[in-house]
T-cell receptor, first 115, second 116 residues
Framework: AQSVAQPEDQVNVAEGNPLTVKCTYS??????LFWYVQYPNRGLQFLLK??????LVKGSYGFEAEFNKSQTSFHLKKPSALVSDSALYFC?????????????FGTGTKLQVIP | EAQVTQNPRYLITVTGKKLTVTCSQN?????MSWYRQDPGLGLRQIYY???????DKGDVPEGYKVSRKEKRNFPLILESPSPNQTSLYFC???????????????FGPGTRLTVL
């Protein structure tokens, strides 16, 4: 069985400070990892993904994430937070193996950027 | 414009009254999926489909049915809705072919369902 943990329900950060939203995963096999963002009353939007290759992945809106296989983590980061980054962030995983398998999402982390 | 549409956006119904939530995508995606979002539980996958006539259960399929007769449509059917199916539902699609755009899911705007 695969699982995703987002240990923080909420992260507060001051505008201009760096932000980190944590994600750890558990899969049997090689993972595909994703970050999505949800703004109020909207569907989810793709931010970035790790499939293979470089462990540091850059995505939309200045976000990046680092795949760490030994720690089974895929933390989302941004060097300088904006108030407009305030939203709900979801990490997701699926196993990279023959055929397509189900996708598992974390419980989400609410990011609050304080002006 | 590339998009995933869902209808209705809001629905209030009563226990036991069959309902269907439609989902349609215009990106020729092979993969489509349904999720429900509940506070504290995040998104949980209900069913997914790899292609026409190919569907499989996600993590929470009980009480739901799906069909994939056409590539663009993936309706979610609740034969006998119950109050514990009150939730926010999202449909999503993605390309299953290899390449940079594969696996990126595009989500619909959501359907808020209340079962009384």
């Amino acid at each position: 069985a695969q699982s995703v943990a987002q240990p923080e329900d909420q992260v507060n950060v001051a505008e201009g400070n760096p932000l980190t939203v944590k994600c750890t995963y558990s899969v049997s096999g090689n993972p595909y990892l994703f970050w999505y963002v949800q703004y109020p009353n909207r569907g989810l939007q793709f931010l970035l993904k790790y499939i293979t290759g470089d462990n540091l992945v850059k995505g939309s809106y200045g976000f990046e994430a680092e795949f760490n296989k030994s720690q089974t983590s895929f933390h989302l980061k941004k060097p300088s937070a904006l108030v407009s980054d305030s939203a709900l962030y979801f990490c997701a995983v699926r196993v990279h193996s023959g055929g397509y398998q189900k996708v598992t999402f974390g419980t989400g982390t609410k990011l609050q950027v304080i002006p | 414009e590339a998009q995933v549409t869902q209808n209705p956006r809001y629905l209030i119904t009563v226990t036991g009254k069959k309902l269907t939530v439609t989902c349609s995508q215009n990106m020729n995606h092979e993969y489509m999926s349904w999720y429900r979002q509940d506070p504290g539980l995040g998104l949980r996958q209900i069913y997914y489909s790899m292609n026409v006539e190919v569907t499989d259960k996600g993590d929470v399929p009980e009480g739901y049915k799906v069909s994939r007769k056409e590539k663009r449509n993936f309706p979610l059917i609740l034969e006998s809705p119950s109050p514990n199916q009150t939730s926010l539902y999202f449909c999503a699609s993605s390309s299953a072919t290899s390449g940079m755009k594969s696996d990126t899911q595009y989500f619909g705007p959501g359907t808020r369902l209340t079962v009384l």
